[in-house]
């Protein structure tokens, strides 16, 4: 550049007296606006436009703030600037700032997520992982603070820029919010609009502590592992189930499918197991009518022993006592997670209550039993 076009520059910058930003970009929050030496002359034009903030800094000190509108420069606009340059009785030469303009519209659709999965403890199932994203929206609600904590002299500060920190601070609080919300781990995708309004309260103060405001926040989504999707189905699912009447239902199914089995051994001796069963209950049936009629037995004769007593289960839950349950419907609450190996129970004939995995019989549940060693 030539000595005549150093000059040109020079004078059409010292000239130039309105001082506007036309935006024609949609990530821009923060533009600086550039002219010869910072030097502005008195009573020039500053034209605010709707959406935007006019910012002067002085030598790196926050002056005067300006909202939409246009404005002539001088001590009397200038009141801060005006205190810190010691204009006591007005000035009429070029003066020296820094004006920053600052898009305040609603930065839309910006998008957060969890960089790795969250570890929750959950009653149920332990230890498990979950990943979570959605979307949030933000503007600059104090200017000055924003640019003297976070812009400083970028001359054009973009939304990538601030993004990467506001991920960050989302994902950290949104770790703590779920971690603190306790909830049983299939409820966090049901409650996305609960947990969403949350963490938009939880997060606030620390947008605002920099002059952002977080408008809006959304998680379109929580998942999970998918095998730790199937568990909880099928938990649900016996949840709602009665236990006693599945069991009943799997017998039958199983004795029909035996029965049917008519050239294996399998198929006769089901069908003689059902002969005794509805002879028991035929006898069953007739004894109360035969009550009276019965001839004493011969005294040389054995009476049969008495039939057997189902045994009854209780167990604690919640702090609280539950049951009688059958040892069939503890193991299902069992298999459901209802109950673990440390859940205590008690039966007729215990002195104490113990936990299931000292209850030699129900020591079964939770998995194969080591014989015991070889006599020498």
């Known amino acids: 550049m030539g000595i005549f076009d150093k000059i040109k ?16 970009t949609d990530d821009t929050i923060c533009h600086r606006f550039e002219r010869y030496q910072n030097e502005i002359k008195n009573n020039a034009k500053l034209i605010v436009r709707e959406g935007q903030t006019a910012v002067f800094i002085n030598e790196g000190q926050l002056a005067d703030v300006f909202t939409p509108g246009t404005y002539t420069l001088n001590t009397k606009n200038l009141p801060i600037l005006t205190t810190l340059k010691g204009w006591k009785y007005g000035f009429d030469s070029p003066f020296k700032a820094e004006v920053y303009f600052v898009n305040t519209h609603l930065f839309t659709d910006e998008k957060w997520g969890t960089k790795n999965p969250i570890t929750l ?12 994203f959605g979307t949030y929206a933000f503007k600059i609600s104090d200017p000055g603070k924003f640019i003297v904590d976070i812009v400083g002299t970028d001359n054009n500060f973009t939304n990538f820029e601030i993004n990467e920190h506001l991920k960050s601070l989302i994902a950290t609080r949104f770790t703590d919010t779920v971690g603190e919300a306790n909830l049983p781990i299939e409820l966090y995708a049901a409650n996305t609009t609960e947990l969403s309004e949350t963490c938009k309260e939880v997060m606030q103060p620390e947008f605002a502590s920099v002059g952002i405001s977080l408008e809006k926040f959304y998680i379109e989504n929580v998942s999970m592992p998918e095998d730790l999707k199937k568990e909880i189905f099928e938990y649900s699912r016996i949840d709602k189930l009665d236990l006693d009447k599945l069991t009943k239902f799997k017998t039958a199914k199983a004795i029909e499918a035996a029965a049917t089995n008519e050239g294996g051994t399998a198929g006769a001796g089901m069908g003689m197991g059902m002969g ?11 004894a109360p009518q035969m009550g009276g009629q019965q001839a004493p037995m011969q005294q040389g004769g054995t009476m049969p022993p008495p039939m057997p007593v189902a045994v009854q289960y209780y167990y604690a839950a919640n702090g609280q006592q539950a049951g009688p349950v059958s040892f069939e419907q503890l193991k299902g609450l069992f298999a459901g997670r209802t109950v673990n190996k440390d ?9 104490e209550w113990k936990p299931i995995h000292e209850v030699e019989e129900l020591k079964t549940f939770l998995g194969g039993s080591t014989p015991p060693p070889l006599p020498q």
């Not at 005794?276 to 007739?286: D, N, P, R, S, Y």
């Not at 859940?343 to 002195?351: C, D, E, F, R």
Request: charged letters at 25%; proline letters at 0%.
């Open 9 to 24: 520059e020079k004078l059409s910058h010292e000239f130039i007296d309105i001082i506007e930003w036309l935006d024609y």
């Open 121 to 132: 403890n959950d009653e149920r199932f332990g230890l498990v992982e979950i990943r979570a």
């Open 276 to 286: 005794f069963v509805l002879a028991q209950q035929m006898g069953g049936m007739m």
């Open 343 to 351: 859940t205590l129970v008690w039966k007729q004939g215990m002195s």
